[in-house]
């Protein structure tokens, strides 16, 4: 519904000994007549779409809704936040919308009738914490089509110039490949669509601002953490290098930090801005009055940002990833999907995007194919081989049918063998299809000579009646 204010009711409750106001809201539900209910929330404005829960609602908790005479009036029903309606933690103000229509089921609208899939991911799977690789696993063990996204993403509407922000990086094991979009003239109260707050709250985050929600998305779609700075308090370039000049630096939990000369950091020409790939500082927090941002987008090394997260305890949905190690390729899209997101939704303007780096190229597996029915120990095609690799991301040359050369995708660092590979196929094929069978062991394997001599000797102290001491290293000599 759209609320209506009514400021010349003055109502107050006592709060921690001082005074809050309690408003009086009309409410256009769609219905004949105008509803009214009691809000102490004071973050939305006349004219603004909320969600009301009406008498014989049942919230979640079974709490049930009625009509209820309080401070003299009749409050016909209730505004909800997202807690009460079991969205999420935020209890501080009401849901405020930014698209719908009075009247419309609310239940729809916010998508709360959804199934939520809790998948453990595993920590060589870095690509799999996104969408787009959970997404690639699933249409491999389904045999469905896959269209990954970033193919739909272009780059071309934001060329590499001097205009915005520039970057470079110091230390060049700090990181392989960065990219910074400037835009401006961004709407700091433009909110984020309904579609986009939910999907974050689903995947277990919080949606915050727009700028913030856009960097978010685009890391839970395509698996790619970014971070958006307020270009208007960067000095300068920016500088993806260690912390040699600094001794401490507060980040947006506002927490005062001791760092270390290895901690990774993100620097303008004055000062350090983030902490790189682990939480951003406060000096350059995008706040209510940001209307210039720069995006920014690396492949940070997966070393450093553990060390990041280890050393100050803190662990960031970010640095899980780049722990991880994210897909090189990916800074370059993710900053593009997220600045055309910005420009759609925050009516900004580009500026301009630099670089820095260069993305790695991925070592060819020199791969008999026939290999992997060998390892495995069931017969399995070539075909299917070929089709199990490619499904993974893999580029495939058969050069012959004893010889292929199999090149991993730039999200699989890890695939750098043929067992690696064989892997791949086992798993897609299915383990369970694999028969288990005994080893065969070496025909007539014999103790070797000092392997007598020692056990000889055990034998005649054993029979004169010693017994043997094992002394671990670890055990103190008391």
Not at 78 to 86: Q, T, Y
Request: net charge negative.
């Amino acid at each position: 519904p759209r609320s209506t204010l009514f400021p010349y009711t003055t109502l107050f409750r006592s709060v921690e000994g001082q005074k809050k106001p309690i408003r009086y809201v009309g409410l256009d539900c769609g219905e004949s007549e105008v509803r009214y209910v009691i809000c102490g929330a004071t973050n939305f404005q006349e004219g603004d779409l909320v969600v009301a829960s009406l008498p014989g609602a049942v919230l979640p908790g079974g709490f049930e809704i009625a009509a209820r005479q309080t401070y003299g009036h009749t409050s016909n029903g209730m505004i909800c936040s997202a807690r009460e309606l079991g969205l999420g933690d935020d209890h501080l103000g009401i849901i405020v919308l930014s698209e719908g229509t009075p009247g419309e089921n609310a239940i729809e609208l916010l998508q709360i009738n959804d199934v939520i899939f809790d998948i453990a991911v595993n920590p060589d799977r870095g690509y799999a914490l996104s969408v787009r690789g959970l997404a690639r696993e699933i249409a491999a063990s389904l045999h469905v089509k896959y269209t990954d996204p970033i193919s739909q993403i272009s780059t071309k509407n934001f060329p590499i110039n001097d205009l915005g922000i520039q970057v470079s990086i110091d230390d060049p094991s700090a990181a392989s490949v960065v990219y910074i979009r400037t835009i401006k003239g961004f709407d700091p109260k433009a909110l984020s669509p309904v579609w986009m707050r939910r999907r974050i709250e689903k995947c277990g985050m919080r949606a915050i601002s727009l700028a913030v929600d856009v960097t978010n998305y685009v890391m839970l779609e395509l698996g790619q953490p970014l971070h958006a700075f307020d270009a208007a308090k960067i000095a300068g370039s920016l500088h993806i290098r260690r912390a040699t000049r600094e001794v401490h630096f507060t980040t947006l939990d506002g927490q005062i930090r001791q760092l270390s000369s290895d901690n990774l950091l993100v620097a303008d020409d004055k000062q350090a801005l983030a902490l790189a790939g682990t939480m951003g500082g406060l000096d350059s927090e995008v706040t209510p009055t940001t209307t210039m941002l720069a995006i920014e987008a690396a492949r940070f090394d997966p070393m450093a940002i553990a060390k990041n997260s280890r050393t100050h305890r803190l662990s960031s949905e970010a640095s899980r990833r780049f722990e991880r190690s994210v897909d090189p390729a990916l800074a370059e899209i993710a900053s593009a999907r997220a600045t055309s997101l910005l420009i759609e939704l925050g009516s900004a303007t580009y500026i301009g995007s630099a670089t820095a780096g260069t993305i790695p190229e991925m070592t060819p597996v020199s791969f008999d194919p026939n290999y992997v029915s060998q390892l495995l120990g069931i017969e399995v095609a070539l075909d299917t081989v070929a089709a199990n690799l490619e499904i993974v991301g893999c580029s495939v040359v058969k050069k012959r049918s004893e010889q292929w050369l199999v090149t991993p995708p730039t999200w699989r660092s890890d695939l750098v063998t043929k067992s690696d590979l064989v892997e791949e196929v086992a798993r897609f094929i299915g383990l369970n299809s694999i028969e288990g069978t005994l080893p065969i062991g070496q025909a007539a394997a014999t103790l070797t000579p000092l392997q007598y001599r020692k056990r000889g000797v055990a034998q005649y102290l054993s029979d004169l009646g010693f017994s043997e001491v094992y002394n671990y290293p670890f055990v103190s000599p008391e």
